[in-house]
């Protein structure tokens, strides 16, 4: 690997000021959450995924794929949620080979709390933060890099696969 | 809280692009860490910062705050890097407050055989998928994220505070 094309000055503090931007920004995120709802960000990540699903039930694969984490890190997180009484696990009537994670009352009633808070924090540490032609770039550039990284699954809770 | 300025369809996108797009990309980063140097992404940023470092050394605490880490998440990190050889704890002879971290001669050979396979990845995934114009928008406005959510603390290795 003697032909390394090493970062450039601009490069170097372009991936700097992301990554360092990004760990304090999720941590800032996960502190509100936590402080104020007693919820982590992957916690609430979830919840919002069950809450845009038809039925507010996904199969806990298609939960994992949305939310671009493993089957057993969701598996821990479902099991965390339903413990506090906003998921529940379902069979699935249609198809035996998985479990479905369903958003309870107690779980939407919880998000409803929890997202206004969130949402003003988002605003602030990030979308505030930048002007009309930078959230353009974000946009156009972090949706090219999540296409370009995205595994070959459905992310749709649609059934039927 | 019924004057929540929720996100318009383009602050969403933008959100969403972000934050989906950052999650896929640590997990790239950190799996070609791992299969590649079995090193995990944490692990490999505190070892540049002790490359950086005068003296390649590091207070512990100094470590926490450049890498926005716990004091408990560094002290969990370096136990993992000094059972592998790669960093090892010394006293500091001017300061009996705390211990620094040093990187050995075998971390050192770690980070640079590590480096190439991380800094192509980093290219792939991110800096080669941004125009100028977009890396010019992520430097300047993660740089203004980053400032704003930095906690008032020291960054640099030296010493004397």
């Known amino acids: 690997m003697d032909e390394v094309r090493w970062l ?9 000021a992301y990554i360092e931007g990004t760990r304090l920004l ?4 996960d ?3 936590e402080t104020d709802s007693g919820v982590s960000f992957t916690d609430y990540e979830l919840l919002v995924h069950l809450s845009e699903a038809p039925g507010r039930r996904m199969r806990m694969r298609d939960l994992a ?3 671009f984490s493993s089957r057993s890190g969701v598996t821990r997180a479902v ?3 339903e413990a ?4 529940r696990r379902v069979e699935c009537d249609d198809d035996r080979r998985g479990m479905h994670a369903e958003l309870t009352a107690a779980g939407a009633r919880k998000l409803a709390d929890t997202a206004p808070g969130h949402v003003a924090a988002v605003r602030q540490h990030m979308i505030d933060q930048l002007s009309a032609g930078e959230r353009a770039a974000v946009r156009a550039s972090f949706g090219r890099m ?11 809770g649609e059934p039927g696969e």
Do not use: F, K, N, Y
């Not at 506090?84 to 998921?87: I, L, P, S």
């Open 8 to 16: 450039d000055s601009d490069e170097q503090d372009t991936w700097r």
């Open 26 to 29: 999720i941590q800032a995120l």
């Open 31 to 33: 502190r509100q959450l």
């Open 65 to 67: 794929d949305a939310t």
């Open 79 to 81: 099991t965390r949620l």
């Open 84 to 87: 506090a009484g906003w998921v």
């Open 146 to 156: 999540r296409d370009e990284l995205r595994p070959g699954l459905s992310r749709t």
